[in-house]
Antibody
């Protein structure tokens, strides 16, 4: 059974960098044709796709965030990470990691439980 | 970006009811449409992919249809555990986008 678990600081100051990690169990992030994904959900709002990284290391980002976002793999720990720079209150959200695939008829399953990140001084 | 619009935004139903949720894309997306269920405080759960394919383990009372720009999610007989928020999501083009959600409440 594949499981994902987000971890990272729950509070980040404005203008600083948000960093989250997703630990994957039951699947290898460096093999297969998977797209390791980050999605966020603003409080009481809908879902926003942030981006993903393919098992090969290729990345794809939402253009609305592209200049501030980076996703990377750590194959030694079977983890992938999200970095968002220059955060503002608008980045306050629950951040989910998920496995995406296959590229034809791509869907996200399973998801981590999510972690709330608050941007505040 | 492809805009996904769900209707209604909320609806109420009783156990045993048949309910339908609609999702419309701002441009054609063939059948690149997924449906998710999210309960309060939990992560979204994949219900259907490719508009009408049931994800493994999902009860058969859930079904989906549509192609092009108009899609529907139907629950044939509501069960207590079905009261949740439902989202559609297009996987036709990056950036992948979600509908705003439909909250299904108990009448």
């Amino acid at each position: 059974q594949v499981q994902l678990q987000e971890s990272g600081p729950g509070l980040v100051k404005p203008s600083q960098t948000l960093s989250l990690t997703c630990t994957v169990s039951g699947d290898s992030i460096s093999s297969g044709n998977n797209y390791w994904t980050w999605v966020r959900q603003h409080p009481e709002k809908g879902l926003e796709w942030i981006g993903y990284i393919h098992s090969s290391g290729n990345t794809y980002y939402n253009p609305s965030l592209k200049s501030r976002v980076s996703i990377s793999l750590d194959t030694s720990k079977n983890q992938f990470s999200l970095t968002v720079t220059s955060v503002t209150a608008a980045d306050t959200a629950v951040y989910f990691c998920a496995r995406g695939g296959p590229i034809v008829q791509l869907r996200f399953d399973p998801w981590g439980q999510g972690t709330l990140v608050t941007v505040s001084s | 970006d492809i805009q996904m619009t769900q209707s209604p935004s909320s609806l109420s139903g009783s156990v045993g009811d048949r309910v339908t949720i609609t999702c419309r894309a701002s441009q054609t997306i063939s059948n690149y449409l997924n449906w998710y269920q999210q309960k309060r405080g939990e992560a979204p759960k994949l219900l259907l992919f490719a508009a009408s394919s049931l994800q493994s383990g999902v009860p058969s009372r859930f079904s989906g249809s549509g192609s092009g720009t108009d899609f529907t999610l139907t629950i044939s007989s509501l069960q207590p555990e079905d009261f949740a928020t439902y989202y559609c999501q297009q996987s036709y083009r990056i950036p992948y986008t979600f509908g705003q959600g439909t909250k299904l409440e108990i009448k």
